[in-house]
């Protein structure tokens, strides 16, 4: 029986590379973590290498969101809202960065086995 192997990083929600369905199930989660609007293009549809190349570029263009949302948020925030709000605010953007960048591990790995590059597992 043949070993399936996926990285620290892989995604819970798709199947290791070469496993059966794993491009289907890349496909789908690749869909689920862009716009909605990207399953209007046929190109994205049609083609999981380029789906997964716009999914890495959303992703960078969302942390690159985040990280703004950080260093802007007090002096942005400070005249419309309670100080205790503008702390919420910076927190909640920090989440959301740590989230994103654990989502930008998964995908671009995601993106190196759809490229070809298979993993090998390490003791």
Same mark, same amino acid.
């Not at 491009?23 to 399953?39: G, S, V």
């Not at 919420?88 to 998964?106: C, F, M, S, Y």
């Given at each position: 029986?043949?070993?399936?192997?996926?990285?620290?990083?892989?995604?819970? !929600?798709?199947?290791? $590379?070469?496993?059966?369905?794993?491009?289907?199930?890349?496909?789908?989660?690749?869909?689920? =973590?862009?716009? $909605?609007?990207?399953?209007?293009? $046929?190109?994205?549809?049609?083609?999981?290498?380029?789906?997964?190349?716009?999914?890495?570029?959303?992703?960078?263009?969302?942390? %690159?969101?985040?990280?703004?949302? =950080?260093?802007? %948020?007090?002096?942005?925030?400070?005249?419309? %809202?309670?100080?205790?709000?503008? !702390?919420?605010?910076?927190?909640?953007?920090?989440?959301?960065?740590?989230?994103?960048?654990?989502?930008?591990?998964?995908?671009?790995?995601?993106?190196?086995? =759809?490229?070809?590059?298979?993993?090998?597992?390490?003791?």
């Amino acid at each position: 029986m043949p070993t399936y192997v996926a990285p620290p990083g892989w995604p819970a !929600e798709v199947r290791p $590379p070469d496993a059966p369905d794993w491009e289907r199930t890349a496909h789908n989660w690749l869909l689920d =973590i862009c716009p $909605p609007d990207y399953r209007g293009y $046929p190109a994205l549809r049609r083609h999981l290498v380029v789906l997964a190349r716009f999914a890495v570029l959303h992703v960078e263009a969302s942390q %690159a969101a985040a990280r703004r949302g =950080i260093s802007e %948020a007090r002096s942005d925030l400070r005249d419309v %809202a309670l100080l205790d709000v503008v !702390e919420a605010a910076v927190q909640t953007w920090q989440a959301e960065d740590a989230r994103l960048q654990g989502l930008r591990r998964a995908v671009g790995l995601v993106e190196e086995a =759809i490229r070809g590059r298979r993993f090998v597992a390490r003791l």
